[in-house]
């Protein structure tokens, strides 16, 4: 069954450097999403991106942040300037076709971020 | 509380039993979603259920849905210790205007414990 891949699966980084997440969604999907969870909290959403450009994003999502799909099969977060209060664990989700929402998401096994 | 509160936080139980999981949101929802996580790995879909439902079952699982009273259960019948994880509800919004692009609202979690 497909699935959708993220790398690294962990990424250690210094406070202030930049960081690209990696993940390859499900190769027919059509919208596609980050999450991210800190520990022992809920699944926050970050953004979701359609048709090549965001269709929504939380507060969260600030301009630290920006996302991209560059070739049509990854799709990236960059996270500018990381603060410590970055350390997550990030998720990327994919889902098929367009219409209605009620189809569900497909998670990848996520990015673990420590912003030392 | 918050949008998708689930109770209990925790939950023990034995194996072949049944466990119970409760979430309540506050918004109007175009449905509801349960995700399940196992320690470390990303969230696993598991029924969906629209707003116009009142009760899905899939397998060992029942879901049910109040939207009287802003409210899910998730079931788990026959439990068994490979259904030990969290279990997470999320919300779509609905919207009025006919667009959604999915963004998941999750709850805190239930951290589900079958003993063998």
């Known amino acids: 069954e497909p699935e959708v891949t993220q790398t690294p699966s962990h990424q250690v980084t210094q406070m202030g450097q930049e960081v690209i997440l990696r993940c390859v969604p499900i190769?027919?999907?059509?919208?596609f999403y980050w999450y991210r969870q800190i520990l022992g909290q809920k699944v926050e959403f970050l953004v979701s991106?359609?048709?090549?450009?965001?269709?929504?994003k939380s507060e969260i999502f600030d301009d630290q942040f920006s996302v991209e799909r560059p070739d049509g099969s990854n799709f990236t977060l960059k996270i500018r300037s990381t603060k410590l209060e970055d350390s997550a664990m990030y998720f990327c989700?994919?889902?098929?076709?367009?219409?209605?929402?009620?189809?569900?998401?497909?998670f990848g096994d996520g990015t673990r971020l420590s912003i030392l | 509380s918050q949008q998708g509160e689930e109770d209990p936080q925790a939950l023990s139980i034995q194996e072949g039993e049944n466990a119970t999981m409760n979430c309540s949101y506050k918004?109007?929802?175009?449905?509801l979603q349960w995700y399940r996580q196992n320690s470390g790995r990303g969230l696993v879909h598991l029924i969906l259920?629209?707003?116009?439902?009142r009760e899905k079952h899939s397998g060992r699982l029942r879901v049910t849905l109040d939207t009287s009273k802003k409210s899910s259960s998730l079931l788990i019948t026959a439990s068994r210790a490979a259904d030990t994880a969290s279990y997470f509800c999320?919300?779509?919004?609905?919207?009025?205007?006919?667009?959604?692009?999915?963004?998941?609202?999750f709850g805190q979690g239930t951290i589900l414990t079958v003993h063998p």
């Open positions: 989700a994919s889902r098929p076709h367009r219409g209605p929402s009620d189809q569900p998401q497909h």
């Open positions: 190769s027919n999907h059509l919208y």
């Open positions: 991106f359609y048709n090549n450009e965001i269709s929504e």
């Open positions: 918004t109007s929802i175009n449905n």
């Open positions: 259920i629209r707003s116009n439902e």
């Open positions: 999320a919300t779509v919004p609905f919207n009025a205007g006919g667009t959604s692009y999915g963004k998941l609202t």
